[in-house]
């Protein structure tokens, strides 16, 4: 009987998040192979995606918790050293930087010969620290929360651990050179690969019919955003740009999400008096069937790694603005031949391109067309050449 080979994916937690959607989307594809056994190990089997994981995925629940802390070091590496030794995968994929470095340890702890992949999927982290403290210098930066040694010392374990891994995969070019930059690696060390974004379970949430009044036909225009109540996405720049558009055109703008800034939002929002136009309903798990009833999508990000938005957007044939922003907007919209890039934090120009891409539309074929360049196909090639299991 050939040996089925064991690969487990290594996350915080399952909450929703585009990170989360595509672990999910690579274990829904490699769940289809026969000669192939997948673990989802989680420090705490926790989030919204829970009840979306494939059945014969195991979720291994380390009842832990990973964070910037130095207790992380003292729990959570001993707990994934635990798993490794028990039960011997052939690979490992981590994703996120302190998961990252805390897999590394571990496979040395328990002297594990696991194939190490590290997978980030947005700025190398000391970057990530100073522009979410640039953006907003009176909070704490959700990364760099409160002080602590590991927090410091993360950027210098990151030196030193991800040469070690068997591969670093980041998920735009922009992200790769950077990194490599950041962890002082040889150009070319960190490969690429897009994230898996489009799949036949994608297109056919798309043709539901979205469950927001708003959507349904003889509506004004609607805008939407998708993505975490958070400072990266710059939904103030966003509400601003909307109310400037108003001022012109009949339309309305639909933000999914949730996150920490959500009565900051709601008090912009009534400020500006747009409470009529503008909605924020919670997250769902259906955001696709927005997409394809909505005139247009917007990404007003300060930064990111590869927003899977804009991808899912085109998939569904919805136009395109975004900020052009680091990494991934100007990579997957080839700089503007698929959608409209403005600067970011720029209200004006973010709502000159929102109005034009209601009165001159693109094709949505060849929206679809280019966003099947990031389909699940080919990003499950690329990891299996990694993993060596192709």
């Given at each position: 009987?050939?040996?089925?080979?064991?690969?487990?994916?290594?996350?915080?937690?399952?909450?929703?998040?585009?990170?989360?959607?595509?672990?999910?989307?690579?274990?829904?594809?490699?769940?289809?192979?026969?000669?192939?056994?997948l673990d989802l190990v989680v420090a705490q089997a926790k989030?919204?995606?829970?009840?979306?994981?494939?059945?014969?995925?195991?979720?291994?629940?380390?009842?832990?918790?990973?964070?910037?802390?130095?207790?992380?070091?003292?729990?959570?590496?001993?707990?994934?050293?635990?798993?490794?030794?028990?039960?011997?995968?052939?690979?490992?994929?981590?994703?996120?930087?302190?998961?990252?470095?805390?897999?590394?340890?571990?496979?040395?702890?328990?002297?594990?010969?696991?194939?190490?992949?590290?997978?980030?999927?947005?700025?190398?982290?000391?970057?990530?620290?100073?522009?979410?403290?640039?953006?907003?210098?009176?909070?704490?930066?959700p990364t760099h929360n409160t002080p602590d040694l590991l927090?410091?010392?993360?950027?210098?374990?990151?030196?030193?651990?991800?040469?070690?891994?068997?591969?670093?995969?980041?998920?735009?070019?922009?992200?790769?050179?950077?990194?490599?930059?950041?962890?002082?690696?040889?150009?070319?060390?960190?490969?690429?690969?897009?994230?898996?974004?489009?799949?036949?379970?994608?297109?056919?949430?798309?043709?539901?019919?979205?469950?927001?009044?708003?959507?349904?036909?003889?509506?004004?225009?609607?805008?939407?955003?998708?993505?975490?109540?958070?400072?990266?996405?710059?939904?103030?720049?966003?509400?601003?740009?909307?109310?400037?558009?108003?001022?012109?055109?009949?339309?309305?703008?639909?933000?999914?999400?949730?996150?920490?800034?959500?009565?900051?939002?709601?008090?912009?929002?009534?400020?500006?008096?747009?409470?009529?136009?503008?909605?924020?309903?919670?997250?769902?798990?259906?955001?696709?069937?927005?997409?394809?009833?909505?005139?247009?999508?917007?990404?007003?990000?300060?930064?990111?790694?590869?927003?899977?938005?804009?991808?899912?957007?085109?998939?569904?044939?919805?136009?395109?603005?975004?900020?052009?922003?680091?990494?991934?907007?100007?990579?997957?919209?080839?700089?503007?031949?698929?959608?409209?890039?403005?600067?970011?934090?720029?209200?004006?120009?973010?709502?000159?391109?929102?109005?034009?891409?209601?009165?001159?539309?693109?094709?949505?074929?060849?929206l679809t067309r280019r966003a099947n360049d990031f389909g699940?196909?080919?990003?499950?090639?690329?990891?299996?050449?990694?993993?060596?299991?192709?």
């Open positions: 009987m050939t040996h089925k080979k064991r690969i487990a994916f290594l996350l915080k937690t399952l909450e929703v998040g585009g990170i989360e959607r595509v672990v999910l989307n690579l274990l829904g594809a490699l769940a289809k192979r026969q000669d192939i056994q989030g919204g995606f829970l009840e979306q994981v494939p059945s014969n995925v195991r979720v291994i629940d380390l009842n832990t918790c990973i964070e910037n802390r130095t207790r992380s070091l003292v729990k959570a590496v001993p707990a994934i050293a635990g798993y490794l030794r028990r039960e011997k995968p052939d690979v490992l994929l981590a994703h996120l930087p302190i998961v990252n470095v805390l897999a590394s340890i571990a496979k040395t702890l328990a002297r594990s010969p696991v194939r190490l992949i590290l997978v980030e999927h947005t700025l190398p982290f000391n970057r990530l620290v100073q522009v979410e403290t640039a953006a907003n210098p009176n909070a704490k930066s927090t410091t010392l993360l950027p210098l374990m990151m030196r030193g651990w991800y040469p070690r891994a068997h591969a670093v995969v980041t998920v735009s070019h922009g992200m790769a050179q950077e990194l490599e930059t950041a962890l002082s690696m040889k150009s070319g060390s960190v490969q690429v690969i897009y994230n898996p974004v489009v799949d036949d379970s994608l297109l056919q949430k798309s043709r539901s019919a979205p469950d927001h009044p708003w959507l349904q036909p003889e509506q004004p225009p609607v805008f939407i955003a998708v993505g975490r109540l958070t400072v990266q996405k710059d939904y103030p720049t966003l509400i601003h740009a909307f109310a400037k558009l108003r001022q012109q055109e009949s339309a309305r703008l639909i933000i999914l999400g949730e996150g920490e800034s959500r009565s900051e939002l709601e008090s912009l929002i009534h400020q500006l008096d747009l409470t009529a136009d503008v909605s924020l309903p919670s997250v769902t798990h259906n955001p696709y069937a927005y997409m394809s009833h909505a005139s247009v999508l917007v990404l007003s990000s300060k930064w990111e790694g590869l927003p899977t938005v804009l991808i899912e957007a085109m998939a569904c044939g919805c136009q395109v603005v975004s900020t052009n922003c680091p990494h991934g907007p100007s990579e997957i919209l080839d700089q503007g031949k698929y959608g409209w890039l403005v600067p970011v934090e720029d209200p004006s120009s973010l709502a000159s391109a929102m109005k034009a891409a209601l009165h001159n539309s693109m094709d949505p074929e060849k699940l196909a080919q990003a499950i090639a690329n990891y299996l050449a990694i993993m060596s299991l192709e």
